[in-house]
């Protein structure tokens, strides 16, 4: 049994008791602040594109896997696939329930275990093989990929492998590794995007031997079948019996769902991923031993966001799924459907969603397996670049299925069963689209991925410039950062002039696609001179100028993504040279298509409508345009609270937590 010790100052940076509905904004920066990783240890290509630093052999060539790694990979997938083919996406679909014949099947090959290590019974696959099985059974149906990642990247095995003491990880790892599912619980009615607001508490008991767990924990995936779950509780400030006091804080939990006072009190059901068991649960007076604690008291967001640094590939996994089924099915279905005398596809307007999906599906690929190479090789830090690949691939793979919903006419409008029913394909181009969409909004949506990336982009801007950027310093402390800052920036800045890009040589390896890197490595500089006019403009205003960063950030995700399909056209050309030329192809082109949204964001860093829609949306926040919402009915006014109430207390509900094996 792990004991209490007092909590570092950097574990809580604000009182406990000022979380939840009054934490304010600068609570909940010095919460995130707190939890950040800020060492940066290890090399990272995604940084470097951000300080004008373009460094293409951090990423090329390209890493090699473990030849270990790559046989019982490899031999997983085949059997895998196997597998696969006898489940049913469209009985998923129909029952909105994963059937509990399919948890079983995969829970015999070990699927629960694919990132567990074999020591603790599970299959210690890569990265990267994890990321394709995903990829493989979300083809099948997505929720069978949120089911799984739930449980891997985020649930109870991840935070116990890197955090857990050795009896966690002994208790643990082996349950999970045999199909005891979990879940990771921190989002609640009132907390969303911001842990500052948590309402959830673990009181430690007189004797410290256990915590009293109060609460209700919202869009709980797997929830509603889980054996165990993480959750994520305020412990109080507090005084041992020995009278040492502790500053408790935002604390990770192992909870065993079948603890009396434990209540899933609805299943929700969503546009998409209708499979998914993801529900409302509702903690009263749950006793947790202080042994399932995870890590210190005050260290569970760390603990979140740590576990997320990699836990984020799964989400760009999946979306990988959707690039070359959407490629599939764009051309099979655009060779076979004849509209004024030609196929669909052979009309340019049709042709050109087409060249976008299949560029954008090896670009897909590039991102993904580059991040999980890279990941696995353990040599640099892939914080940036999980965040950039989740931010990037979910916001492409949803243009992606709107696209191939736009290709398919009526068709893609109408669900497979109804295209079955009537005798055609059962071709599910909406249902992607409807499952798709929540990638952009769950493990951080993009608004906040952007704000995230941002800060770490931006971090040596921020370090150099000191309280020139910190809304909290004095008008005297900005004067002395911009005093220091100069130092820095008149040595860094002249670098940003010229580069390899400017020379036609550069980059000769990669032949026709030399120029595209060359293009990458002006981008580079250029994005971070833009970075630079930005902080000198506003400041410590800089980080209210959430457009203007999230463009900054749009960019260095499109370079990076640039860069992934290059190397890895390089890569193919030389271990499989009989693909290389249609790599280079697909390269090039989505190579071409990203410059063209790279300049469109540049020109809007400076010609833009911010400033305007500013106003305009403060205008309708304060009702100054209401006459326009008049001639409609809003049926939804009337059904209940914008949110729902989640005042601790018993359950007055029936529990909808059932057994699945
Ligand atoms: C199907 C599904 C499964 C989920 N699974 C889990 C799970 O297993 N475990 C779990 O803990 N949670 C889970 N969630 C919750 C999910 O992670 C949250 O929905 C997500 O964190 C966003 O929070 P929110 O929905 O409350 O949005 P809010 O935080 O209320 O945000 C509303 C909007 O404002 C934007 N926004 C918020 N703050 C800022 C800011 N500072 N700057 C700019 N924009 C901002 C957001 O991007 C969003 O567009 C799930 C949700 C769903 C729908």
Redesign the pocket.
């Known amino acids: 049994m792990s004991s209490a010790t007092d909590s570092p100052a950097a574990d809580v940076p604000i009182a406990p008791e000022k979380m939840g509905p009054e934490a304010t904004?600068a609570d909940?920066r010095a919460i995130t602040e707190a939890a950040r990783e800020t060492q940066w240890d290890r090399p990272s290509f995604a940084k470097g594109l951000y300080l004008g630093s373009f460094d293409i052999n951090l990423v090329h060539p390209w890493p090699e896997a473990q030849p270990d790694d790559i046989e019982r990979g490899e031999a997983f997938m085949a059997r895998l696939t196997e597998y696969c083919k006898t489940m049913s996406g469209r009985v998923i679909e129909r029952d909105a329930k994963i059937p509990d014949e399919y948890i079983a099947g995969l829970s015999e090959l070990g699927v629960f275990g694919m990132k567990i290590p074999r020591e603790y019974g599970g299959l210690g696959l890569s990265l990267v093989y994890y990321g394709r099985a995903l990829a493989l059974m979300g083809s099948v149906h997505p929720s069978l990929g949120?089911l799984l990642s739930?449980h891997q990247s985020?649930?109870v095995p991840e935070p116990v492998k890197v955090f857990g003491t050795p009896e966690q990880k002994r208790g643990y790892l082996p349950r999970c590794a045999a199909g005891a599912i979990t879940?990771?619980?921190?989002?609640e009615p009132d907390?969303?995007?911001?842990p500052a607001r948590m309402g959830s508490t673990a009181v430690p008991s007189d004797d410290g031997g256990s915590y009293i767990l109060d609460g209700v924990?919202?869009?709980?995936?797997?929830?509603v079948i889980a054996e165990l779950v993480v959750v994520?509780a305020v412990v109080p400030a507090h005084t041992d019996a020995n009278g040492t006091s502790h500053k408790g804080g935002i604390t990770a939990f192992v909870v065993e769902m079948n603890s009396p006072g434990i209540t899933v009190e609805n299943r929700?059901a969503?546009m998409g991923?209708r499979g998914?068991e993801?529900g409302v649960t509702r903690f009263h007076q749950v006793r947790v031993p202080a042994a399932n604690r995870l890590g210190r008291e005050g260290q569970g967001l760390k603990i979140a966001l740590t576990t997320l640094n990699t836990g984020r590939l799964s989400i760009p996994a999946l979306c990988v799924a959707s690039g070359r089924w959407s490629l599939k099915i764009a051309r099979e279905w655009s060779n076979a459907r004849t509209q004024w005398g030609r196929p669909v596809g052979k009309h340019e307007a049709v042709g050109k969603k087409i060249a976008f999906i299949a560029a954008s599906a090896f670009a897909l690929d590039a991102v993904f397996e580059l991040s999980a190479e890279l990941a696995d090789s353990g040599q640099k830090d892939v914080r940036i670049e999980a965040a950039l690949a989740k931010l990037w691939s979910t916001e492409i793979s949803c243009r992606i299925a709107d696209e191939l919903v736009q290709i398919r006419g009526g068709r893609g409008f109408e669900t497979a069963d109804s295209l079955r029913a009537r005798g055609e394909r059962a071709v599910a181009a909406e249902q992607q689209l409807r499952d798709l969409r929540?990638n952009r909004?769950?493990?951080?949506?993009?608004?906040?991925m952007?704000?995230l990336i941002a800060r770490e982009a931006v971090d040596a801007h921020l370090a150099a410039a000191g309280d020139l950027a910190s809304a909290e310093a004095s008008l005297s402390d900005k004067a002395r950062a911009a005093v220091g800052a100069s130092g820095f920036y008149a040595k860094w800045l002249p670098k940003l002039v010229a580069g390899a890009g400017m020379d036609p040589r550069s980059y000769g390896e990669f032949g026709r696609l030399a120029k595209q890197l060359r293009f990458v490595e002006r981008s580079s500089r250029r994005l971070a001179r833009q970075t630079f006019y930005g902080m000198g403009r506003w400041q410590a205003k800089l980080e209210h100028k959430?457009a203007f960063l999230g463009r900054i950030v749009d960019i260095g995700a499109e370079l990076f993504a640039m860069a992934a399909s290059c190397s890895r056209a390089e890569m193919i050309l030389r271990t499989t040279p009989e693909r290389g030329g249609s790599a280079y192809e697909l390269a090039e082109a989505f190579c071409e298509q990203a410059r063209v949204r790279v300049d469109e964001y540049f020109d809007q860093l400076w010609r833009n409508t911010d400033d305007g829609d500013h106003e305009v949306s403060r205008r309708v926040l304060a009702g100054d345009y209401e006459w326009l919402e008049a001639g409609v009915l809003d049926q939804s006014e009337g059904t209940g609270p914008w949110i729902a109430d989640a005042t601790p207390g018993a359950s007055s509900r029936e529990n909808l937590h059932r057994k699945y094996r």
């Open positions: 904004a909940a949120a739930a985020i649930g879940a990771f619980l921190l989002t907390v969303g995007s911001d924990k919202l869009w709980t995936t797997n929830g994520m929700n969503f991923l998914i993801n929540i909004i769950f493990e951080g949506s993009s608004e906040i952007r704000l959430q």
